[in-house]
Nanobody, 126 residues
Framework: VQLQAFGGGLVQTGGSLRLSCAASGLTFDRYVMGWFRQAPGKEREFVVSISKTGVTTSYADSVKGRFTISRDNARNTVYLQMNSLKPEDTAVYYC????????????????????WGQGTQVTVSS
């Protein structure tokens, strides 16, 4: 299984970025997908999760109304659209996957996730 995250970069406050996470080696539509982030000197934290069908999503309060997660099961890819970016969004962003054949919800706790991508750096300048 491989999760390849990309799309990070340097952006000014108020700008936008779109992250993508391409999955391979798994049956993508059986997996809950999540995005987490880790800022320098801080613990990794939950950002957003999406159910295997894309019907259900869960967002951290800090990103609600600014970030949008979506997935394309035909392309084995999950996306994170990030708008109105703030300096405090600066972090390495990781995508993660958790198989959920008989579960239709999302996972917030990182301990549920089995597979992790390598991370992509997002830097928001003030």
């Amino acid at each position: 299984v491989q999760l390849q995250a990309f799309g990070g970069g340097l952006v000014q406050t108020g700008g936008s970025l779109r992250l993508s996470c391409a999955a391979s080696g798994l049956t993508f539509d059986r997996y809950v997908m999540g995005w987490f982030r880790q800022a320098p000197g801080k613990e990794r934290e939950f950002v957003v999760s999406i159910s295997k069908t894309g019907v259900t999503t869960s967002y951290a309060d800090s990103v609600k109304g600014r970030f949008t997660i979506s997935r394309d099961n035909a392309r084995n890819t999950v996306y994170l659209q990030m708008n109105s970016l703030k300096p405090e969004d600066t972090a390495v962003y990781y995508c993660a996957a958790k198989e959920a054949r008989f579960y239709s919800g999302t996972y917030v706790d990182e301990r549920h996730y089995t597979y992790w991508g390598q991370g992509t750096q997002v830097t928001v300048s003030s």
